[in-house]
Structures are given as C-alpha cells and as structure tokens.
C-alpha cells in the first residue's frame, strides 16, 4: 500500500511530465495506471472489510477467513502489548531498585550525623 501511495505522490509532484514519444508508451503508462487503479481498490476493500464494512457480499466462507485474520491479528496485538507491558514492568523494577539503593546509601550518610546530635 505505501509502495503505492509513494508513486501516486510521485506522479502528483512532477510538474510537467514529459509527454511519451509513441503509443506503445502510452498504452502501458495506461496498463500500469489500471492496475495500480484495481490494486487500490482491492486494498481498499480488504480494509474496509477489517473494519466490519462492506461485508455484505462476502460469502460464509469468506467470513469465516476473515474472522480468522482478524483473530490472527488480534492475538498478535495482544502478544505485542503483553510484550510492551513487561518491558514496563522490568523497567518500573529497575527504578524501584535504584531508588532502593539511592535511600540506603542516603540512609547511611545521614545515620552518622543524627547519631552525634543525640543527647544522652
């Protein structure tokens, strides 16, 4: 799809293409314009479909492929939030254990003034 996009906005930012020197050019300017054309529309619905649209004409079976991409889909998600989640929590652990050893350390520096300020 990016590949896509990215020659579309190629051909939206040339500002005078050339005219092609003969027919034959032109015709298969015109092919790769089709096809680029129905690719688009293909991803386009596969996407809407991803979305829940544009089901009505899709057979049960079609459905039932479907249901499993975006099952599929779904457990890669959670797998990559699970992922994410522990990275956090390893991260949050880390911290805690710095700042753990921070307050001993700081514990330790103060622990000799207060004890010559006591009276006995």
């Known amino acids: 799809m990016n590949h896509i996009l990215s020659r579309y906005s190629k051909g939206l930012n040339s500002d005078h293409p050339e005219p092609p020197s003969d027919k034959l050019l032109t015709e298969q300017a015109q092919d790769e314009v ?4 129905d690719e688009f529309a293909k991803l386009r619905l596969a996407y809407l479909r991803m979305l829940g649209k ?3 004409d899709l057979s ?3 459905l039932q492929h479907l249901e499993e991409q ?4 779904i457990l890669s998600v959670k797998d ?3 992922e994410v989640l522990l990275e956090q929590l390893k991260r949050s652990r880390l911290q805690e254990q710095k700042a753990v050893q921070e307050n ?3 514990r ?5 003034l207060t004890t010559h300020h006591l009276p006995m």
């Open 34 to 37: 089709n096809a680029l054309k």
């Open 108 to 112: 330790k520096q103060v622990e000799p």
């Open 70 to 73: 975006l099952s599929e889909g």
């Open 80 to 82: 990559k939030k699970e």
């Open 60 to 62: 049960f079976k079609e």
């Open 104 to 106: 001993e350390a700081l």
């Open 54 to 56: 544009e089901l009505d």
